[in-house]
Structure formats: structure tokens, C-alpha cells
């Protein structure tokens, strides 16, 4: 009940061009659903983050959308660029904790 | 520092050897998180600081595991007689006033136990 299921594990994607990723869970108390990026070599950044009482938050080319009914938020990066080549990571909050989805790694072809 | 460091980068390790590892949170920050990265896996919460006390200490996998912090700054994460499935990146986060969102994370340090 606290996973939070990640799709797909890689995704290749042309420049220019729109990655999703996609994410479900269980657990409805969940208080925040937030993306992160991950570079080789680095810890992971939050890119952007979103209440469950909001469908859609958009932030420069990245856009989650949430529905609450189906239990599941997607990632949108448009035109995707390759310095946008990283892993992202779905997650969710309650209380103090952050449950993580096992991850996307995202390659943008030039 | 600017940002949360940690060390060693990497360690490796023979199988039942004990082994410390460091984290220097951000000045000034009073929440301290510890995580666990296995191959191919999302991160996985070990445990929670809030000054120098650990109100969560729940995701400690077995009692091998543990961590401490002094001075509400700095912290070690200690694994007592290591096995290779504890072989994994261990990410250090830390925020001002405990804001799950607002976590900075460390580089992390590789663990592998041989």
C-alpha cells in the first residue's frame, strides 16, 4: 500500500519531441506527489511537485497531470532536450516520508 | 558547504566487516534523512533526524543498521558485519525546518561489500 509503481524503466525520445512517464499508487493519504531528477554522480533534485486536490501544474516544458480517481500522475517534458537525459523518480509524501517509484531513465537523442 | 556532502564517495568492503558513513548536512538545517539506492531501484527511506533525536527510525532494514547525530549536524549511519545485499548508494538529505519537500540531497556514497 506504500508503492508507488513506475513506468516505463527507460524511454528514448528525440529532441524536440514529448517524454511521459507514468506513475500509480494505493495509498489515498498520500499528501504530495512530487517528480525528482537524478544525474550520474548526483543526488536527486525535485523538479516539481503537486497537491492531490490539482489536476494539472505545469513549470516551464515539465506538466504533471493527476488523477485522483484512477490513483495516477504522469510527467510531461516537452520538447525534450538532451540535457534532459537523466533518471526521474515519481514520489509520494505522508507525514515525514517520501516513497519512492523505481525510476525512469530518460535518453534524449540528438 | 554550499550543499549536503558526504564521504566517503566510495567504500568497498569485505562481507562482515563494519563500515561508517558520513553526512554534512546544510548549515544550519535541523532535519537530517537517510536513504538507500539499490541497483535499478527508487531510493528507500532508513531514517529520520530532527535535531539530534530520530523520531523515525522505521526503515532501518535489520538492527545491523544504525545512525546517530551530534551537534544537530553532523551524522553517521553505521552497518554492523555488512553482507552483500547491503551493497546500495546511500544518499544523505537535509532541510531547514523538516519540509519533505524541501530536501537537498547529498551525492550519496557507494557502498560494496565483496
Known amino acids: 500500500q506504500q508503492q508507488v509503481k513506475q513506468s516505463p524503466q527507460s524511454l528514448i525520445v528525440q529532441k524536440g519531441g514529448i517524454s511521459i512517464i507514468n506513475c500509480a499508487y494505493e495509498?489515498?493519504?498520500?499528501?504530495?506527489f512530487p517528480w525528482y531528477q537524478q544525474f550520474p554522480g548526483k543526488g536527486p533534485a525535485l523538479l516539481i511537485a503537486?497537491?492531490?486536490?490539482?489536476s494539472e501544474k505545469k513549470e516551464g516544458r515539465f506538466t504533471i497531470s493527476f488523477n485522483k480517481s484512477a490513483k495516477q500522475f504522469s510527467l510531461h517534458i516537452m520538447d525534450s532536450q538532451p540535457g534532459d537525459s537523466a533518471t526521474y523518480f515519481c514520489?509520494?509524501?505522508?507525514?515525514?516520508?517520501?516513497?519512492f517509484g523505481a525510476g525512469t531513465i530518460l535518453r534524449v537523442k540528438s | 558547504g554550499a550543499g549536503v556532502s558526504q564521504s566517503p564517495s566510495n567504500k568497498v568492503t569485505e562481507k562482515g566487516k563494519d563500515v561508517e558513513l558520513r553526512c554534512d548536512p546544510i548549515s544550519g538545517h535541523t532535519a537530517l534523512y537517510w536513504y538507500r539506492q539499490s541497483l535499478g531501484q527508487g531510493l528507500e527511506f532508513l531514517i529520520y533526524f530532527q535535531g539530534n533525536s530520530a523520531p523515525d527510525k522505521s526503515g532501518l532494514p535489520s538492527d545491523r543498521f544504525s545512525a546517530e547525530r551530534t551537534g544537530g549536524s553532523v551524522s553517521t549511519l553505521t552497518i554492523q558485519r555488512t553482507q552483500q545485499e547491503d551493497s546500495a548508494v546511500y544518499l544523505c538529505?537535509?532541510?531547514?525546518?523538516?519540509?519533505?519537500?524541501?530536501?537537498?540531497f547529498g551525492p550519496g556514497t557507494r557502498l560494496t561489500v565483496l
Open positions: 538529505a537535509s532541510s531547514l525546518g523538516g519540509g519533505i519537500l524541501e530536501q537537498f
Open positions: 514520489a509520494a509524501t505522508y507525514g515525514n516520508k517520501l516513497v
Open positions: 495509498n489515498t493519504a498520500f499528501d504530495y
Open positions: 503537486i497537491r492531490p486536490d490539482v
